[in-house]
């Protein structure tokens, strides 16, 4: 017999954390999308009471995605919504918030925490333990009454005294909490440590037997994934977990680890999960192009490199027998081994089949997004001469994705950015979109860029021309900004090659966000506004032309710039960031 191990998923909110991630409300929908399909249990969506802009985005993650059923139902699957939760410290205004934010989802939790540890109880919160344990009650109790569903996490649980910890956790059970989380907040248990810390209080905390005990590992010290299979190997049957194990400082447990350690060690650990592991590799690539943080070559389970072999010995071993160096098949995380090669030839049928077996047959796409990705894998495969690579579809699949982002405009968006109908301009259109790019450079030559843009509100074509001295990319972009009439900051520039080859595709992505006046009006450049204030666009796009492939990513970012509302900014860094 095997215990469910519940997968509760914080890659919108503790993931999010990582420095210098923002995720608008769009792309926070389309990953809890991927996730739901995914197969996790629940979804932190965020920390509601931060800002509008934060509540926002969890709610419509609560609307749009609670009732979703796509990809959850049949043997060995989920068969339930997903459950959306919100995350609250022990304010009854934050409470509250989290709860307004969530109600909509028809499976929904409130997530409380409160730091326990005597460090945080005297430096932080400067509060006595009896207050520490007051406030848990008081506030877990208002919890209770607005919400069925309540976690208790003692913020520091890995470094709190036991006795003082199994007292306040005790006082959380009566007070209604039906998951205990306990988090090593800064990474600084061992898994024997660990692991006993969940025996030890499952032991002695009174009513153990009536809560779901959880597990919330950082990776300060590389263990996470080590503490939290040894919370499993203890009894815990909820696991905290970030895909790619994004998170503040050095991260969370890797989803994908945890997932594939049970996958593999089925026998070991007596649990079962519903995630479906052909997904991870998809899931893995989506979570960071809209991030913005790649995933390392050397990266367990869903890095580049994670299956390939160097080695002649593991060469000639694999060759003979794939179990000899392969204790994971590719094609079980979503990596295809299929000789499928897709060429100019290749029809409808193959690129679908090909879609499926990496991860995205429907409703991954819709078929809007499906119809774009086979044009544009045509166009690619009468310009590769080598074939059209896994890799390849990759890119260009996160190249739909990323303009499909940016070309429905928010229906509140100020009308000195909507789309004119009475002008001709299409309202569900992306405001710019490249007409003709003309570019000059080379050694002793000032880069040169003539850009047009048609812009859909004007409904027209407009044309400029920049200069630069640092390359061809900051003359296209200085162009495109003239045109577009805005200051933009470029946060991050990123490019790679998606297959080999001197055909092979470049993959450019882009993080912006709009630059505002430093306080010397005088300054050659602008400046943005301190701790992050501004919200962050990112683009991504792909094309065997480099510079093409870098205009068009950056118009992606600037279109959902342009189509953001006031009403979803989200609170900076410093102001959402919570440790738990």
């Given at each position: 017999?095997?215990?469910?191990?519940?997968?509760?998923?914080?890659?919108l909110?503790?993931?999010?954390?990582?420095?210098?991630?923002?995720?608008n409300?769009?792309?926070?929908?389309?990953?809890?999308?991927?996730?739901?399909?995914?197969?996790?249990?629940?979804?932190e969506?965020?920390?509601?009471?931060?800002?509008?802009?934060?509540?926002?985005?969890?709610?419509?993650?609560?609307?749009?995605?609670?009732?979703?059923?796509?990809?959850?139902?049949?043997?060995?699957?989920?068969?339930?919504?997903?459950?959306i939760?919100?995350?609250?410290?022990?304010?009854?205004?934050?409470?509250?918030?989290?709860?307004?934010?969530?109600?909509?989802?028809?499976?929904?939790?409130?997530?409380v925490?409160?730091?326990?540890?005597?460090?945080?109880?005297?430096?932080?919160?400067?509060?006595?333990?009896?207050?520490?344990?007051?406030?848990?009650?008081?506030?877990?109790?208002?919890?209770?009454?607005?919400?069925?569903?309540?976690?208790?996490?003692?913020?520091?649980?890995?470094?709190s005294?036991?006795?003082?910890?199994?007292?306040?956790?005790?006082?959380?059970?009566?007070?209604?909490?039906?998951?205990?989380?306990?988090?090593?907040?800064?990474?600084?248990?061992?898994?024997?440590?660990y692991?006993?810390?969940?025996?030890?209080?499952?032991?002695?905390?009174?009513?153990?037997?009536?809560?779901?005990?959880?597990?919330?590992?950082?990776?300060?010290?590389?263990?996470?994934?080590?503490?939290?299979l040894?919370?499993?190997?203890?009894?815990?049957?909820?696991?905290?977990?970030?895909?790619?194990?994004?998170?503040?400082?050095?991260?969370?447990?890797?989803?994908?680890e945890?997932?594939?350690?049970?996958?593999?060690?089925?026998?070991?650990?007596?649990?079962?999960?519903?995630?479906?592991?052909?997904?991870?590799?998809?899931?893995?690539?989506?979570?960071?192009?809209?991030?913005?943080?790649?995933?390392?070559?050397?990266?367990?389970?869903?890095?580049?490199?994670?299956?390939l072999?160097?080695?002649?010995?593991?060469?000639d071993?694999?060759?003979?027998?794939?179990?000899?160096y392969?204790?994971?098949?590719?094609?079980?995380?979503?990596?295809?081994?299929d000789?499928?090669?897709?060429?100019?030839?290749?029809?409808?049928?193959?690129?679908?089949?090909?879609?499926?077996?990496?991860?995205y047959?429907?409703?991954?796409?819709?078929?809007?997004?499906?119809?774009?990705?086979?044009?544009?894998?045509?166009?690619?495969?009468?310009?590769?001469?080598?074939?059209?690579?896994?890799?390849?579809?990759h890119?260009?699949?996160?190249?739909?994705?990323?303009?499909?982002?940016?070309?429905?405009?928010?229906?509140?968006?100020?009308?000195?950015?909507?789309?004119?109908?009475?002008?001709?301009?299409?309202?569900?259109?992306?405001?710019?979109?490249?007409?003709?790019?003309?570019?000059?450079?080379?050694?002793?030559?000032?880069?040169?860029?003539?850009?047009t843009?048609?812009?859909?509100?004007?409904?027209?074509?407009?044309?400029?021309?920049?200069?630069?001295?640092?390359?061809?990319?900051?003359?296209?972009?200085?162009?495109?900004?003239r045109?577009?009439?805005?200051?933009?900051?470029?946060?991050?520039?990123?490019?790679?090659?998606?297959?080999e080859?001197?055909?092979t595709?470049?993959?450019?992505?882009?993080?912006?966000?709009?630059?505002?006046?430093?306080?010397?009006?005088?300054?050659?450049?602008?400046?943005?506004t301190?701790?992050?204030?501004?919200?962050?666009?990112?683009?991504?796009?792909?094309?065997?032309?480099?510079?093409?492939?870098?205009?068009?990513?950056?118009?992606?970012?600037?279109?959902?710039?342009?189509?953001?509302h006031?009403?979803?900014?989200?609170?900076?860094?410093?102001?959402?960031?919570?440790?738990?």
């Amino acid at each position: 017999m095997t215990d469910k191990l519940i997968i509760f998923d914080t890659t919108l909110r503790d993931g999010e954390q990582s420095p210098g991630v923002t995720l608008n409300a769009d792309e926070k929908v389309e990953i809890a999308r991927q996730l739901t399909r995914l197969g996790v249990n629940i979804i932190e969506a965020g920390f509601p009471v931060a800002s509008p802009g934060d509540f926002n985005a969890v709610q419509r993650i609560a609307r749009e995605v609670g009732p979703l059923m796509e990809g959850r139902t049949g043997e060995n699957r989920v068969n339930e919504p997903v459950t959306i939760c919100g995350l609250a410290r022990c304010v009854e205004k934050d409470i509250q918030t989290a709860y307004e934010a969530i109600k909509d989802a028809p499976r929904h939790r409130i997530h409380v925490f409160l730091a326990t540890s005597d460090i945080h109880l005297e430096h932080k919160l400067k509060i006595s333990r009896e207050e520490c344990k007051q406030r848990i009650r008081e506030m877990v109790g208002f919890a209770k009454k607005l919400c069925a569903d309540i976690e208790f996490s003692p913020e520091d649980g890995g470094r709190s005294d036991r006795e003082f910890l199994v007292e306040a956790l005790g006082v959380a059970i009566e007070a209604g909490a039906t998951t205990l989380n306990i988090p090593d907040t800064v990474g600084y248990n061992t898994p024997q440590q660990y692991g006993d810390l969940i025996a030890y209080l499952r032991q002695h905390t009174p009513g153990s037997s009536t809560v779901v005990w959880s597990t919330h590992c950082h990776d300060d010290l590389g263990l996470a994934t080590a503490n939290t299979l040894a919370g499993v190997s203890n009894g815990a049957r909820q696991v905290e977990v970030a895909i790619n194990g994004i998170g503040e400082r050095a991260g969370n447990t890797a989803l994908e680890e945890i997932v594939m350690n049970i996958h593999t060690h089925a026998s070991t650990y007596s649990v079962q999960h519903t995630v479906d592991t052909r997904m991870l590799f998809a899931t893995s690539r989506m979570v960071a192009d809209l991030s913005g943080m790649p995933v390392q070559p050397n990266k367990a389970i869903v890095g580049r490199n994670a299956f390939l072999h160097e080695s002649g010995i593991h060469q000639d071993g694999v060759l003979k027998n794939k179990s000899t160096y392969e204790i994971i098949r590719p094609e079980d995380v979503g990596v295809t081994t299929d000789n499928l090669a897709l060429g100019k030839h290749s029809g409808r049928h193959a690129f679908k089949s090909k879609l499926d077996a990496l991860g995205y047959g429907a409703p991954a796409l819709s078929d809007a997004q499906f119809q774009t990705a086979f044009s544009k894998f045509k166009h690619l495969a009468d310009s590769k001469k080598s074939g059209v690579t896994d890799g390849d579809l990759h890119a260009l699949i996160a190249d739909v994705r990323s303009a499909s982002l940016g070309a429905a405009p928010s229906t509140e968006v100020p009308a000195d950015l909507a789309a004119d109908p009475a002008a001709g301009g299409d309202p569900a259109a992306p405001r710019f979109t490249l007409r003709h790019m003309q570019v000059f450079t080379g050694v002793g030559i000032t880069p040169t860029a003539t850009v047009t843009l048609h812009d859909t509100k004007a409904a027209r074509d407009l044309t400029d021309v920049a200069l630069a001295q640092n390359g061809p990319i900051e003359a296209v972009y200085s162009a495109i900004q003239r045109i577009c009439g805005l200051d933009i900051a470029l946060l991050n520039f990123s490019v790679s090659a998606t297959s080999e080859g001197q055909d092979t595709l470049g993959k450019v992505a882009v993080r912006i966000a709009r630059a505002t006046a430093d306080a010397d009006k005088d300054a050659a450049e602008p400046a943005l506004t301190a701790s992050g204030a501004e919200p962050k666009f990112s683009g991504l796009s792909t094309n065997v032309d480099i510079i093409t492939a870098s205009a068009n990513a950056y118009l992606a970012a600037l279109n959902r710039l342009v189509s953001h509302h006031a009403a979803d900014i989200r609170a900076p860094h410093d102001v959402r960031n919570v440790n738990i």
